[in-house]
């Protein structure tokens, strides 16, 4: 358990500046504890591109304010009531905020969750399945997982609505979105969970979906797409259940609809097929997969990587990088390293003014080294 003042000290740093769960677990590492990086942060960011500027303890103290108003908390990594499975995460959230009930919170962890997502367009016969879908998958003790966005989203959640939903948040956690589910929130907020890894009041931005759609894929044992488009984002929380060892399950559309594109897709690629709430069911009993088979005695995150490992892939982030910003994924996609790797190499080489970091999670090369000859760092 965390003392109140490491507590206070590691919001600071996950408020701070553009610091990410990358940038933190690099400084919690480097520094053993949150107080020691915090007083830090100042020295290690002094030649930076942006010098850092670090969460005020009157911003601390509204936000917690803000949160009391409203029943919400803040639950970090340590923390019992932590979704175990994220802590298997590369880049787990060093905190979270919960809205909902605490009792309940604590047994949806220790159930199979299973996150549901697909077309905001979607269509009636898909949505209808999917409600009829999450309603069994919920009274058979399954906990449904999304993001409350319109469509799928949405339908997952109303069908497990009387036995409790987990909602997780692109913005902070007193931002609805859509506003035509207000209502759906509230009645989750009552009888299941909302949580989000953003700051209070944070409005929604199109480079949060993606963070959230990793805690998604992270909460659960295994994720469904019902309705995906060839370039839906349904397809990056599919990704990520991959990358995190989570099964991924795909409901088969009609091949000219472009909305049954991606999920075919996925089905040609290896998914499992969903016809009905027993497939699922199935897979999970034959399979065994519960919760604990997925938990680690440690997080990905703690594996060291060596000096001559990270000089490589700074030199290849530097010989692949020029002064059009490109976004860290595609960076990754582009040199095919591990992408824990290639963030902490990224954090060193902001440090030392070699790249920039850009809004919507974009880097280029920094002012003053647009030149590099691949020769020296």
Not at 51 to 76: M, T
Not at 303 to 316: P, V
Request: charged share 20%.
């Amino acid at each position: 358990m965390l003392s109140q003042k490491e507590k206070l000290a590691r919001l600071k740093i996950v408020r701070s500046g553009s610091i990410g769960p990358s940038i933190f677990w690099n400084l919690i590492n480097s520094y053993g504890d949150g107080e020691k990086a915090l007083q830090a942060l100042p020295i290690i960011f002094k030649s930076a591109s942006k010098p850092v500027e670090v969460y005020s303890d009157q911003k601390v103290e509204q936000e917690l304010e803000n949160l009391k108003k409203i029943g919400a908390r803040l639950v970090f990594f340590e923390d019992e009531l932590y979704p175990p499975l994220l802590r298997t995460l590369p880049d787990p959230p060093p905190l979270l905020t919960f809205l909902g009930s605490l009792e309940k919170m604590g047994k949806f962890f220790q159930k199979n969750i299973i996150s549901v997502v697909g077309s905001r367009n979607a269509s009636l016969h898909a949505k209808r399945f999917c409600m009829s879908l999450c309603e069994k998958l919920s009274d058979e003790g399954v906990i449904i997982a999304s993001g409350m966005a319109r469509g799928i989203d949405t339908c997952a959640h109303m069908g497990s609505l009387k036995n409790g939903t987990i909602a997780v948040l692109a913005g902070g956690i007193n931002i609805i979105y859509p506003q035509e589910n207000t209502k759906l929130y509230e009645e989750i907020a009552a009888t299941g969970c909302i949580l989000t890894e953003m700051p209070y009041n944070t409005a929604m931005q199109p480079q949060l979906f993606p963070r959230r759609n990793r805690i998604i894929a992270g909460v659960s044992v295994g994720t469904v797409v019902i309705e995906a488009a060839e370039q839906s984002g349904s397809l990056i929380t599919a990704r990520f259940a991959l990358e995190y060892g989570r099964d991924v399950f795909a409901v088969p559309g009609f091949p000219l609809d472009p909305r049954s594109i991606g999920c075919n897709n996925l089905l040609k690629d290896g998914a499992i097929l969903v016809q009905s709430p027993q497939d699922i069911l199935n897979y999970i009993e034959n399979r065994k997969v519960i919760q604990q088979s997925l938990l680690e005695e440690r997080p990905k995150f703690a594996a060291k990587i060596s000096d001559h490992d990270l000089k490589k892939t700074q030199k290849k982030i530097l010989e692949s990088l020029n002064t059009v910003p490109i976004t860290v994924d595609e960076l990754i996609s582009s040199i095919q390293i591990h992408p824990q790797e290639v963030l902490t190499a990224l954090m060193e080489l902001e440090l030392a003014n070699k790249i920039s970091r850009l809004h919507g999670q974009q880097v280029c090369l920094a002012p003053g080294f647009e030149n590099y000859d691949g020769k020296s760092f």
